[in-house]
Structures are given as C-alpha cells and as structure tokens.
C-alpha cells in the first residue's frame, strides 16, 4: 500500500511539475535533446551498449555530483581494469560536462522518471552489477527494483540536509523501507550519518568518510592559461585585479555589481567577472550591468573582437569554465548562498589557493564549510554590506589574500580521500 501511495504522488506531482519542466526545456534548450530518456527509450547506439549489460550505474544529479561521479568511476577502473559503467544525469548542464569527461568505453544517458513501468524497463535492459547513487537520490522505485534484481545498491557521499530530513521524517514508514534496500551508506559527516540511522538505516550499514568533493582534481596550469588568454581578448590586461562571482543565483550579480562600483574608487583598475550558475540567464544578467552603466564583455560574443573602451566586467555565458576562471581571480564570492539557500562548491576555488567567500546560507555543505572556518580559510558575510566590506578588506592586504588562499588548499589536501575509501568499501559489493 506505501509503494502504491508514492506511486500515485509521483505521477500526481509529475503532472503538477510539468508545466515548469516544459519551460525549463524550452529556455535552457538543453532538456529537450534526448528527451525520450527519461522514460527508458534510448537510440539504437546507446541501446545496444547498454544491452551489452554488467555495467556499474552511476547516477550524479548536476555538475558537482557529474565531479564525484567521475572521480569515482576512475578509480573504481584503476582498481578493476576493464569495468564498464553508465553514468546518468539529471540536468542538462551536468550532463555537458559529463560528455566532454566521460572515457570511450562508458555510456551517458538522462536519468529516467522513477515510476515501476520505467524503472523496470531501465533495469531490464543495463543489468547494472551495482547502483551507485550520489548525495541524496534515493529513489524507491530504482532502490527497490534494484534490489528485486539482487544488485548491490550504494549511497555515495551521502547527505542528508536538515530540510530532506523533515521531509523523510513525514514519510518514516516509507523512508525506512527504502533504506532497509541499501547496502552500503558512505556518509559526508557525523550528522548526514546521525540523520540516516534516525530514519532507520542500519547501522552497520553506514560509514562516515567524508566529503569526495574533497578529492576533486585542480584545473592545473592549463587552465589558468586559458583563462588569461580569454580574459585578455575580452580586453582585460593580466595586472588587473579580478573579483569573481561564481555559480551566482538570482540577486547576487545586483549585489557584486554594486560591490564593484563601490569599491571602485578605491581600486580603479578592479575587474568583475560573473559566471551566473545558468548560462542562459544572460539576458537578466546582461541588463542588471546595463542598468549601472556599466562596459560589459560576454564570453559568447568571443573570440571577435572586444570593444575599444576598457570593459568593467566579463560576463560568462558559457558552461565548464568556471574552474579556469578561479585559477587568475584575486577574490572570490561562491553564490547561492547570500540571495538563494543551499550553497555551492567551495573546494573547486579553494583547490586554486584563492581567497574565497559566501553568503549565510551554505546548507548542502553543512560538514564542508565548519572545516574551512576553522582553518580560516573561508569569509562567510551575513548580507550584502558585510560581502563588501569584506571584498575591500582581501583586496586592500595581498599577503591576506595569499595567507588565507594557502590555508583553503591546505584543508582541501588534508581532507582528500573519501573517493579511496569509499572504493574499499564498494569492492566488495561488485564481487
């Protein structure tokens, strides 16, 4: 009777959804392209790979799980040469970064609709030897058809965020069976593990093993190259300093915008790069710069030639760049955390030895962020003013900015690891 409530809730809330869905397929473009997915039709080609069968299945939601995932298939394959797997996406731009990373032999595909009929049809076809679901998706219909199937289900740097956790709380009946399907739970921190035996994970079954983001690789040499190389096309010379704004939400470039203009007179050469979060919000983006008069370069409109003015900002519009960028920025404030909640990914910045800096409200990251406060190696601001002040501060002490940079690439090297550990535990499960 519970599966048969979820399923009627799904579809019900599917329906609601799908208006929203239909109009982020028609402004992002990228959902619309191999739609059918979703619901367990795949081409031909992709079709008979899949057929082949004895894949490990991966599922990471967006860029930063696509990040976990990939690490985490590459090691899996140093250990067992020779394994195949699938990786499924949710989001269109997790799965553009999941095509240029992906090795020859793997296969990518949108993660489908978790309704019996479509998860059947999915599990029918890959034969996956293990499920391995990153952060938080775990869907009942997969987890228990899975298991139907005897294949190995993990959570992989699991987390359970204050908010899912009221929401399983309400479905605690549910919620306990679906956990009761999975073998192995690798936990980000003492309190994702905390949360999941409260809702009735077993307790053998769950490990602490820290954040695998912690084991991201850095955008090396190159990719500072060809930073500078984009920026100097854009018309900015390399002895500008760069303040950078990065996977930024709706709100946030308003408030760098004015960050800049305020603190310009103090540093008149100050250069503002945007990297909104979703490259299709440049229009918005574009018009909250026009709006302060301000000289704009758009990564798009290159490699023709940038205007004869001297710009003020660079504006990204582009997706997969935002590591190269914090490779050269001076200061750098990571979004969705001052104007939206959740956060983003700090450790990409950090990895770059860069100064970096949030907003109050980093909830995806609540066993991340506590080990950059206490190394200092994080300005966490409660509003716009203090996200100012702050700014001015780092860019007014260079050795500040490269004492604290130091500090942040050395939690993230202290940290690494979770990715080997989370291996070990895995090994046994594909055997």
């Known amino acids: 009777m519970l599966w048969f409530l979820y399923n009627i809730f799904f579809v019900l809330g599917f329906l609601v959804m799908l208006p929203r869905f239909l109009w982020r397929m028609a402004r992002r473009g990228g959902y619309a392209r191999n739609f059918l997915e979703r619901f367990g039709r795949y081409a031909p080609g992709v079709r008979a790979q899949l057929a ?41 731009t997790g799965h553009a970064v999941a095509q240029r990373q992906l090795a020859a032999g793997d296969v990518l595909i949108y993660f489908p609709l978790d309704f019996p009929l479509i998860t059947r049809r999915v599990l029918r076809l890959i034969q996956p030897r293990a499920l391995l679901l990153i952060e938080n998706e775990l869907w009942p219909n ?37 956990l009761a399907g999975v073998n192995l739970f690798c936990a980000q921190g003492a309190a994702d593990a905390q949360r999941l035996l409260e809702l009735g994970a077993p307790a053998a079954r769950v490990q602490v093993l820290g954040s ?45 915008l004015d ?22 919000r440049r229009a918005e983006v574009l018009k909250e710069i026009e709006q302060r008069g ?15 003015a001297r710009p003020d900002v660079f504006l990204v519009d582009t997706t997969g760049e935002l590591r190269f960028f914090y490779a050269v920025a001076d200061v750098i404030f990571v979004g969705k955390s001052l104007t939206r909640h959740g956060g983003q990914n700090i450790i990409e ?9 949030v907003g109050p409200h980093m ?36 050795d500040a900015r490269q004492a604290m940079g130091a500090r942040a690439a050395n939690v993230v090297r202290d940290k690494a690891g979770a990715i080997r550990a989370t291996v070990d535990r895995l090994l046994p499960l594909l055997t």
């Open 363 to 398: 909830e995806n990251f609540e066993s991340i962020v506590p080990d950059f406060l206490a190394a200092r190696a994080l300005v966490q601001v409660p509003d716009a003013a203090a996200l100012t002040t702050a700014i001015g501060e780092l860019l007014a002490d260079p």
């Open 294 to 308: 301000l000289r704009v370069v758009l990564r798009s409109d290159l490699p023709a030639p940038a205007a004869a």
């Open 52 to 92: 082949a069968g004895g894949r490990v299945w991966v599922h990471a939601v967006s860029v930063g799980e696509v990040g976990v995932g990939l690490r985490l298939i590459a090691e899996l394959r140093r250990r067992q040469p020779g394994l195949h797997c699938v990786l499924s996406t949710t989001t269109s």
């Open 259 to 280: 960050a800049w203009r305020v603190l310009h007179d103090r540093f008149p050469d100050l250069a503002l790069v945007l990297v909104p979060r979703h490259a299709e």
């Open 142 to 178: 997969l987890v228990r058809g899975a298991r139907r199937r005897n294949v190995p289900v993990a959570m992989i740097n699991g987390r359970i965020s204050p908010h899912s956790y009221g929401g399983y709380r309400l479905l605690k009946p549910l919620t306990r069976r679906l």
């Open 212 to 256: 695998a983001k912690y084991d991201l690789a850095p955008a090396g040499d190159g990719g500072a190259l060809l930073a500078r190389a984009t920026l100097r096309a854009a018309g900015f010379a390399d002895e500008r300093p760069l303040l950078l704004g990065g996977s930024t939400w709706p709100g946030e470039e308003a408030v760098l």
């Open 349 to 357: 910045p950090a990895l770059c030895a860069k100064p970096v800096l």
